[in-house]
Nanobody, 123 residues
Framework: QVQLVESGGGLVQAGGSLRLSCVAS????????MAWFRQAPGKVREFIAG????????NIADSVKGRFTISRDDARDTVYLQMNSLKPEDTAVYYC????????????????WGQGAQVTVSS
């Protein structure tokens, strides 16, 4: 059984930074891609960033490009989302997800999801 556990969410003022972590367990992830999505109240879940587990290719959504960075630590089966210059519109629940093969950008691409981490950005 695949498990994903996010941590690092919280409350931050606009312009501040947070780093989310997602630890994966239950399977060897050498062929798996990881991604971050977010869902704000009343909105659909949207793709934010993805990273190929082996080889390191990344895909960052235009809405956060230049402010958010995705990275991974293979030895720890952990993926990070570094969020800088946060804005109130970044407020959402952030979800970690994983899939076999290349990075996908839609929700239905992903079978396994974490429980979510709340990020709140105050103005």
């Amino acid at each position: 059984q695949v498990q994903l556990v996010e941590s690092g969410g919280g409350l931050v003022q606009a312009g501040g930074s947070l780093r989310l972590s997602c630890v994966a367990s239950g399977r060897a992830f050498s062929l798996y891609s990881m991604a971050w999505f977010r869902q704000a109240p009343g909105k659909v879940r949207e793709f934010i960033a993805g990273i190929a587990w082996s080889g390191g290719g990344t895909n960052i959504a235009d809405s956060v490009k230049g402010r958010f960075t995705i990275s991974r630590d293979d030895a720890r089966d952990t993926v990070y989302l570094q969020m800088n210059s946060l804005k109130p519109e970044d407020t959402a629940v952030y979800y970690c997800a994983t899939k076999f093969g290349p990075i996908g950008t839609i929700v239905d691409d992903y079978r396994y999801w974490g429980q979510g981490a709340q990020v709140t950005v105050s103005s």
